[in-house]
């Protein structure tokens, strides 16, 4: 039986673990938190932190796998594609991954490879980095190089609060550097994201969305996904040409990638984040349903190296992810949804339960499930997405 090693077990990776069973793999996870959801499912658990590059080739030498994937997951990509490059295995090009998944060499690749880019200075010492805070044209942002799910990230439109920025940047680097950029005033309401599917150094599924943020007091946080993109159609290709050229160039030849664009005012594209791996709040399992197509079991095969054919159709033409929170601290009770908002919700993942602590939403990581939802008309999807407070009550103790 051919093995598969996994590199994070949460609860969001646990369906990439179900899939290579089901694809008849033996599952071999790693993860560095001793309650992680994945092991129960997998064939065989270490406890190994998934950015110890040196410490997972150890198991998997060990276990003699056959490939390796970092399903949904930034910080471990880089090491999966480390083992899999040392040990001869299907992946992408350990420098490429590196780049995508540093901030700071990713403005450089570029800069280098004539795409748009903000301009950015990077920081390892937070002295360096207030002495020059107002040297600055604002508004910026200001983010650690090596994180995701806009954890450590803060937008200033001046001066003020830029030290406080630092330190929060520098909370949530595993590599001790941050970076601040120019914010780009975008062309269109939303930030381009979602995924692209490469197979063979070629985009197979377009699954570009509108990434929904209505939290005003985190406005970078992700709350969800809208299907279709809204773009004009010469946006959208240049877009498409934008993403399809730097697959090219990086030589991606196979799997997910995250990706976060935006056009300016002047129908410049500018990539923000592009990453190696699915994306977060479940957006592979969003695009299965959108275009009728397995995409984690397609990145399960390319791991292993096997054959894909496919054919994406839209099958549901207007489909949205909203991801549940809380706006305070508490203690989790219930969440309640609206009639109305009930008839359009197709799938629920809840994960919490009562008596858990729930924090306040400033992060990817403090969300309290995802839903999915499919509605008749673009004008039904926004009304309802732009009103989801109304619609949905976390209940706290």
Same mark, same amino acid.
């Given at each position: 039986?051919?093995?598969?090693?996994?590199?994070g077990?949460?609860?969001?990776?646990?369906?990439?673990?179900?899939?290579?069973?089901?694809?008849?793999?033996?599952?071999?996870?790693?993860?560095?938190?001793?309650?992680?959801?994945?092991?129960?499912?997998?064939?065989?658990f270490?406890?190994?932190?998934?950015?110890?590059?040196?410490?997972?080739l150890?198991?998997?030498?060990?276990?003699k796998i056959?490939?390796?994937?970092?399903?949904?997951?930034?910080?471990?990509?880089?090491?999966?594609a480390?083992?899999?490059?040392?040990?001869?295995?299907?992946t992408?090009?350990?420098?490429a991954?590196?780049?995508?998944?540093?901030?700071?060499?990713?403005r450089?690749?570029?800069?280098?490879?004539?795409?748009?880019?903000?301009?950015?200075?990077?920081?390892?010492?937070?002295? &360096?980095? =207030?002495?020059? *805070?107002?040297?600055?044209? @604002? #508004? !910026?942002?200001?983010? $650690?190089?090596d994180?995701?799910?806009?954890?450590?990230?803060?937008i200033?439109?001046?001066?003020?609060?830029?030290?406080?920025a630092?330190?929060?940047a520098?909370s949530?680097?595993?590599?001790g550097?941050?970076?601040?950029?120019?914010?780009?005033?975008?062309?269109?309401?939303?930030?381009i994201?979602?995924?692209?599917f490469?197979?063979?150094?070629?985009?197979i599924v377009?699954?570009?969305?509108?990434?929904?943020r209505?939290n005003?007091?985190?406005?970078?946080?992700?709350?969800g996904?809208?299907y279709?993109?809204?773009?004009?159609?010469?946006?959208?290709e240049r877009?498409?040409?934008?993403?399809?050229?730097?697959?090219?160039?990086?030589?991606i030849?196979?799997?997910?990638?995250?990706? &976060?664009? =935006?056009?300016? *005012?002047?129908?410049?594209? @500018? #990539? !923000?984040?592009?990453? $190696?791996r699915?994306g977060?709040?479940?957006?592979?399992?969003?695009?299965?349903?959108?275009?009728?197509?397995?995409?984690v079991?397609?990145s399960?095969?390319?791991?292993?190296?096997?054959?894909?054919s496919?054919?994406?159709?839209?099958?549901?033409?207007?489909?949205?992810?909203?991801?549940l929170?809380?706006?305070?601290?508490?203690i989790?009770r219930?969440?309640?949804?609206?009639?109305?908002?009930?008839?359009?919700i197709f799938k629920k993942?809840?994960?919490?339960?009562?008596?858990?602590?729930?924090?306040?939403?400033?992060?990817?990581?403090?969300?309290?499930?995802?839903?999915?939802?499919?509605?008749?008309?673009?004008?039904e999807?926004?009304?309802?997405?732009?009103?989801?407070?109304?619609?949905?009550? =976390?209940?706290?103790?």
């Amino acid at each position: 039986m051919k093995k598969l090693l996994l590199l994070g077990g949460s609860a969001q990776q646990v369906i990439a673990i179900e899939t290579a069973k089901r694809l008849g793999y033996y599952t071999v996870l790693c993860d560095y938190l001793d309650d992680n959801p994945g092991q129960f499912s997998a064939d065989k658990f270490y406890l190994v932190s998934t950015t110890d590059k040196d410490a997972v080739l150890k198991v998997a030498e060990e276990e003699k796998i056959d490939g390796v994937i970092a399903y949904s997951s930034d910080p471990a990509a880089p090491t999966a594609a480390y083992i899999a490059e040392k040990l001869g295995l299907p992946t992408n090009p350990f420098t490429a991954v590196d780049i995508l998944c540093n901030k700071d060499k990713f403005r450089k690749f570029l800069k280098e490879n004539g795409f748009n880019c903000p301009d950015a200075l990077g920081f390892t010492d937070k002295a &360096e980095a =207030v002495s020059l *805070k107002d040297s600055f044209d @604002y #508004p !910026i942002i200001m983010k $650690p190089v090596d994180s995701s799910g806009s954890k450590g990230v803060t937008i200033l439109q001046s001066p003020e609060g830029f030290e406080q920025a630092v330190d929060h940047a520098f909370s949530f680097t595993r590599c001790g550097e941050i970076i601040a950029e120019t914010f780009i005033e975008k062309k269109h309401p939303y930030l381009i994201g979602g995924d692209i599917f490469v197979y063979g150094g070629k985009v197979i599924v377009w699954g570009l969305m509108n990434c929904f943020r209505e939290n005003a007091a985190c406005p970078l946080v992700p709350s969800g996904k809208i299907y279709p993109v809204m773009l004009e159609e010469n946006d959208l290709e240049r877009v498409k040409a934008v993403l399809q050229d730097m697959v090219t160039k990086l030589g991606i030849e196979s799997g997910s990638m995250n990706v &976060e664009l =935006v056009i300016d *005012k002047n129908d410049r594209v @500018y #990539p !923000i984040d592009i990453g $190696p791996r699915a994306g977060g709040n479940m957006i592979p399992i969003q695009l299965s349903h959108i275009f009728g197509v397995d995409i984690v079991e397609m990145s399960v095969k390319c791991a292993m190296g096997e054959e894909i054919s496919v054919v994406p159709q839209v099958k549901l033409p207007y489909c949205a992810t909203y991801v549940l929170h809380s706006h305070k601290d508490g203690i989790y009770r219930d969440i309640v949804f609206s009639d109305m908002l009930e008839k359009h919700i197709f799938k629920k993942c809840l994960y919490d339960k009562q008596g858990d602590v729930v924090e306040h939403f400033d992060n990817a990581a403090k969300a309290l499930g995802i839903i999915f939802l499919k509605f008749d008309s673009e004008q039904e999807m926004y009304d309802i997405m732009n009103n989801m407070n109304s619609h949905i009550t =976390v209940e706290l103790d």
